[in-house]
């Protein structure tokens, strides 16, 4: 029974960025722009966007049981609905709307064409083998700031099921509907003005209080020289995000990581992180920064990936204390 059936995902996989993607079957050929690539090294599509996803009901993302995945996103030429699909060894890309020629044509670093993993070389053997098991694991390059920005700022100090929450009803109620054949429901998020000119009650039903809302409009007021981030080192970019107070090190990290690929770019500061990469690579579930830190040292310039591949590992410390209660500020 062995290797009968695939492992489910664990909090832990799920956290690396695994999405389950089925096996695509062919569809039938609908109407949009569309673009062909090949990858030259083995690829795994739901690995490879799956960090772009912000929980299950994520109205800017969607994985089908046909084996495509559907991102709407705002580009700078407008809304644009991407849908990507691997058939063979070929990559095949549509797109609808404003955005779409942009869309694919940032298609490859998209797919994580620009990431170079051989250049990895793991020294512990959950990494190793995590790296043995997931040859499809390319780091994702977006070439946009702020879509990462928003959601990762609405993720700072509560649980993930209220940041995903409070994700999906802003940009259901303020975005706009995904342009193109997408599958219903399915959103692009709202322009930086539309951001700006939320009212303050609908900020409280979503469950964000001040602190998270202040620092979205202040990060949106200056949206387009966030964007200029995007032509800059990781490390210059960080910078510049951080300059917008309530942005630090973890949210710059976390976005830095999507919108450039950035494979050092290890998360400090979070709740489960340092005792997860502890206990994967030195059996100390109380690990803090510090110490995560010093056993990424290894891995100096590729930190990012070895921090992926051990959540993709799924080892982690087994749970000893009660899930962090939910919130919901909207009912106050």
């Known amino acids: 029974m062995a290797g009968r059936f695939a492992p489910r995902p664990t909090r832990t996989t799920v956290r690396g960025g695994e999405v389950v993607v089925p096996a695509a079957r062919k569809a039938a050929p609908v109407p949009g722009r569309v673009r062909t690539w090949v990858p030259k090294r083995p690829f795994d599509l739901g690995l490879v966007v799956g960090p772009l996803r912000r929980g299950p009901a994520d109205p800017t993302f969607r994985a089908m049981p046909d084996g495509s995945v559907w991102r709407a996103t705002l580009t700078p030429a407008g809304p644009g609905t991407l849908r990507v699909a691997v058939y063979g060894g070929e990559v095949r890309g549509e797109a609808w709307g404003p955005g779409a020629e942009w869309l694919l044509e940032q298609l490859p670093d998209l797919l994580g064409a620009a990431d170079d993993p051989s250049v990895f070389a793991p020294r512990h053997r959950v990494v190793a083998m995590a790296r043995h098991r997931r040859p499809g ?49 399915m959103y692009v998020m709202p322009a930086p003005r539309t951001w700006a000119l939320i009212p303050s009650w609908e900020w409280h039903r979503a469950g964000v209080d001040n602190k998270r809302a202040s620092t979205i409009l202040r990060a949106v007021r200056v949206a387009a020289r966030l964007e200029e981030a995007v032509r800059m080192p990781p490390a210059v970019a960080r910078a510049r ?80 204390a009660p899930r962090m209660p939910r919130g919901d500020i909207g009912r106050l």
């Open 241 to 320: 995000l951080e300059v917008v107070p309530g942005v630090g090190p973890w949210t710059s990290a976390e976005v830095v990581q999507r919108s450039h690929g950035a494979p050092d770019a290890v998360t400090v500061g979070d709740l489960h992180l340092p005792g997860i990469v502890g206990w994967a690579l030195a059996g100390d579930r109380y690990a803090d920064d510090a110490v995560m830190l010093e056993l990424l040292e290894p891995y100096a310039g590729q930190r990012h990936r070895a921090a992926r591949l051990i959540l993709l590992s799924g080892r982690g410390p087994a749970r000893r």
């Open 137 to 185: 694991l390319r780091l994702t390059r977006t070439g946009l700031v702020l879509e990462s920005l928003i959601p990762s700022i609405l993720e700072q100090k509560v649980t993930t099921d209220e940041a995903y929450r409070a994700w999906r009803l802003l940009v259901r109620k303020f975005g706009e509907p995904a342009p193109g054949p997408a599958p219903g429901r």
